[in-house]
């Protein structure tokens, strides 16, 4: 556990829900209207999710001519061997209900002209199955329909919101089991929350890296919390660097994401001199899985000593950006890219944590009564490159289940907390040095050199003995998840998917395993690895 001031306030729910974005709130929606007594907790605003930035689409078998088992091959293609498939079957057949379930709450998708769901491609799909809300904006109206049929439902109900409160740790009985969290306030205030049930939905680790598609909150909380709880960790090595992020120098605001389905409606990537990038690469060009993609254009900037590539889309005209993508056009415009006329600098960077807390579709994970659900866990869906667009998916099945599951079963009395080894916190002045030996050294490109480096460095970061506050919690958190990936990157000696050693280049066969982490008494990270398996059990 972190060191925190004692307890301001205590309390006692039956279940625990941390995070606001798809998974969370469609968790929510059943406990709510099941009459649980409920507590959601939000880092920020109720809005502030990865959510809510998410312009990708969601994934399902929706047109006549295509096919469940053309999109689980698309799929287990992406994942290179990794995925567990019986999870990647469930998913996608349970994808078209999600949608569903979605238009029945409300959510505004694009239609055609003949009023049918306007489908769209994205990089690794063989077939036309992304659906859209407001060309590039899905993710936005996802988040404001799931608000909006539980802020109908939260009257009457026994569930209570709690904005801007952070998740310092998952509690543990006697038994090992999740009974409550400790959490932190905008006031910096302590309190500890008992529970029968918690429900890690906090998203990703994309701010481990200088540039990123993700909101400032994904700072790896929720995995670290679990790991510190004793929760096992998988394919943490396994991070998506998406290949087309806006290249300019406001890029640390925000990393502006240049959409996979612009690549979808044609656009090319080119370098310089206007030759395609993608050329001879991979037979599908453009519309290659992401982390083809990234490691050509690293490749090609390696090569020449260019800054970035080009994205063209300039023939697309007027109407087509101003219909099919306007919060791309507007962002880019802000930043002082016109894409109507002008190509568009872009270069990789940090967009989704394919690895997490090991755990089912039902979210249940190896920590009995602690759930993960979204990007935070690792289901065998997303093996070592997760396909476009199936990760709000996902979110919305597996935060669906596992709403249902609790609501019908939420009563487990919660035992009382027991004290665990406390860690020391770390130096928020070291974590733009984090930021920057991740960038140097985990990044699209990775070799034994850098990462024992890269582990050195980390090692050396400086230490603070007191109370956690905001700062101190997220370098802590950053710091925990670094050191898991760099010990994960370093064993998985080959090449696969969005892991890739300039040292070993090629795809091993003996590497078809999952490498799992805990955390043990010290806070370090323990390694053991075992073959993929078609279905993988976890604790109820």
């Known amino acids: 556990m972190l060191p925190a001031a004692p307890a301001a306030r205590a309390g006692r729910t039956d279940v625990v829900v941390v995070g606001t974005g798809a998974a969370g709130l469609s968790a929510l929606l059943h406990l709510a209207a099941a009459g649980v007594d409920c507590v959601a907790v939000t880092r920020g605003a109720v809005a502030d999710s990865a959510t809510a930035w998410a312009q990708g689409g969601l994934a399902a078998v929706w047109d006549d001519a295509d096919t469940v088992e053309a999109h689980v091959a698309d799929t287990l293609t992406a994942g290179v061997g990794l995925c567990d498939a019986d999870a990647v079957t469930d998913l996608v057949s349970s994808a078209p209900d999600a ?5 029945e709450l409300g959510a505004l998708f694009d239609r055609d002209a003949t009023g049918d769901l306007d489908l769209h491609l994205e990089g690794g799909h063989s077939a036309r199955r992304i659906i859209h809300a407001d060309g590039d904006a899905t993710g936005a109206e996802l988040e404001r329909a799931l608000w909006a049929a539980l802020s109908r439902g939260l009257a009457g109900s026994r569930t209570r919101v709690l904005e801007r409160t952070r998740l310092v740790d998952v509690l543990t009985d006697a038994d090992g089991r999740a009974c409550g969290v400790r959490l932190l306030d905008a006031d910096g205030e302590v309190s500890e929350l008992l529970a029968g049930a918690v429900i890690l939905a906090t998203g ?6 200088p540039v990123t598609s993700n909101p400032p ?25 998406h290949p087309t992020v806006l290249a300019d120098g406001a890029a640390e605001e925000r990393g502006v994401l240049i959409s996979e389905a612009v690549r979808g409606e044609g656009a090319l990537l080119v370098d310089d001199a206007g030759r395609r990038i993608m050329d001879g690469v991979h037979p599908l060009g453009e519309l290659a899985p992401r982390d ?16 970035h590539v080009w994205l063209d889309a300039t023939f697309f005209g007027r109407d087509r950006w101003a219909h099919h993508f306007p919060g791309i056009l507007a962002l880019c415009r802000g930043r002082g890219v016109d894409p109507v006329t002008e190509l568009i600098p872009v270069h ?8 997490g807390v090991a755990a089912d579709l039902h979210g249940r994970t190896s920590v009995p009564g602690l759930f993960a659900v979204g990007e935070v866990a690792a289901t065998g869906v997303q093996g070592a490159n997760r396909l476009a667009s199936n990760s709000l998916t996902e979110a919305l099945v597996a935060g669906d289940r596992v709403g249902a599951l609790l609501a019908a079963g939420a009563g487990r009395v919660a035992g009382e907390p027991t004290p665990r080894a406390v860690l020391n916190a770390v130096d928020p002045s070291a974590v733009p040095g984090i930021r920057a030996w991740m960038q140097r050294e985990a990044f699209v490109s990775r070799s ?12 050396a970061v400086p230490r603070v003995a007191g109370p956690v506050d905001d700062a101190t919690l997220t370098a802590a958190n950053l710091h925990t998840v670094a050191t898991v990936i760099a010990a994960a990157a370093a064993e998985r000696t080959e090449s696969r998917g969005c892991h890739r050693r300039t040292d070993h280049p090629d795809t091993s066969p003996g590497w078809v395993r999952r490498l799992s982490v805990r955390l043990d008494a010290g806070g370090s990270p323990t390694l053991s690895s075992a073959p993929v398996s078609r279905t993988e059990r976890t604790a109820a």
């Open 99 to 103: 949608i569903h379930r979605l238009i």
């Open 204 to 209: 990703g680790v994309g701010q481990l890296w």
């Open 217 to 241: 909150g994904a700072t790896g909380d929720g995995v670290a919390a679990a790991l510190r709880a004793g929760a096992e960790v998988r394919d943490l090595e396994f991070i998506q660097f």
């Open 292 to 307: 083809v993609v990234s490691a050509a254009i690293i490749a090609h900037l390696e090569r020449t000593g260019a800054p």
């Open 348 to 355: 990789p960077a940090a967009h989704y944590s394919c690895g």
């Open 448 to 459: 034994a050199e850098g990462l024992g480096a890269l582990r050195a460095a980390l090692d």
